[in-house]
């Protein structure tokens, strides 16, 4: 099944309507287009040209049979195949030391084999979704936002190979991603990745009766919240908060075991520090805490 990116969202909220419609079970693949709506492409286009109002695209949103509100929705990602060329920009006043970038520098990078080509350099492309998220229970967030529900998430481990979980809290979850990187450093500090369109190939499963306040990645290795607040000291605070009540709850250990757990074996590590919120995340090894344990305590 293939899903042309022709429906996009620029908001996730409760009153979106579907535009595309899929089972529990469904192995598809998405189109989605570069977080510039693949604009910064066309010849001689230049800041000046760029029309706001198709920034943050994501293709949705897809209605998935048998999702209701209180289940999960678990989203696998099989793959992802990044187009033969992306962008990626400093902006006046945007990204992190905001004041140093006063002038805009665009650069169109090519991929290819697998390596983007930047100022001489080959390097490995690692794709990976900038936005995906289903809508939240209320308000009208816009696509460049993160939050409970996913959105800009702007996290390098959302990869092939891993497995998103998000809280359902809309009938069909109506899910919904795009601004895909060919290539990202965590902080995301100029503001944005290798923008690049992509074809996501994933695979959606309903876990019924199972609640979840904050999205949960699971990787090869590790398993994790993403967290997003206002600031930083906020993301952080919450996001280790949200990660020590999770130890706690599935292990069945005190706050202060989940404490010490924590202190010894998770690593603090910052997703994206440019978006309206920011994003931060607390890997656990699989091996203290596999998913079923998770899943199974929620
Ligand atoms: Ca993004
Ligand atoms: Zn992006």
């Known amino acids: 099944m293939f899903l042309k990116g022709d429906k996009v969202i620029y908001s996730f909220n409760p009153q979106m309507k579907e535009e595309y419609r899929v089972k529990s079970g469904d192995v598809f693949t998405v189109e989605t287009h570069d977080c510039f709506y693949q604009q910064f492409l066309k010849e001689d286009f230049g800041l000046e040209d760029l ?13 998935v049979e048998g999702a209701e509100v209180g289940d999960i929705l678990k989203v696998e990602i099989l793959d992802i195949e990044v187009a033969d ?19 805009e520098t665009i650069e169109v990078i090519p991929v290819e084999d697998g390596y983007a080509k930047l100022l001489g350099f080959d390097i490995k492309v690692k794709p990976m979704i900038g936005v995906i998220g289903v809508a939240p229970k209320e308000g009208d967030i816009p696509t460049d936002t993160p939050g409970a ?26 899910l919904a991603l795009g601004d ?27 876990i019924k009766d199972k609640q979840l306040d904050w999205p949960l990645l699971e990787t090869k290795e590790d398993v994790m919240l993403l967290v997003s607040d206002s600031d930083i000291q906020g993301a952080l605070e919450l996001g280790y908060g949200e990660t020590r009540k999770l130890i706690e709850r599935s292990i069945g250990c005190s706050w202060n075991e989940a404490g010490i757990l924590s202190s010894l074996a998770v690593d603090a590590r910052i997703s994206q520090l440019v978006n309206p919120f920011i994003t931060v995340r607390f890997p656990i090894s699989k091996k203290i805490l596999p998913v079923d344990r998770i899943l199974e305590k929620l």
Do not use: Q, W
């Not at 920009?89 to 945007?94: C, F, K, Q, R, T």
């Not at 500090?189 to 369109?197: K, Y």
């Open 51 to 63: 029309d706001m109002e198709r920034v943050n695209p994501a293709t949705g949103p897809i209605f």
């Open 85 to 103: 060329r992306g962008v990626a920009a400093i902006l006046p006043g945007m990204g992190f030391l905001a004041d140093t970038n006063t002038e």
């Open 149 to 174: 529900h996913g959105g800009n998430l702007d996290t390098k481990d959302i990869m092939a190979g891993s497995t998103l979980y998000f809280p359902v809290a809309k009938e069909g979850a109506l």
């Open 180 to 206: 895909c990187h060919g290539l990202m450093g965590d902080g995301e500090l100029g503001v944005t990745g290798l923008e690049i369109a992509a074809h996501v190939k994933l695979k959606v499963d309903v």
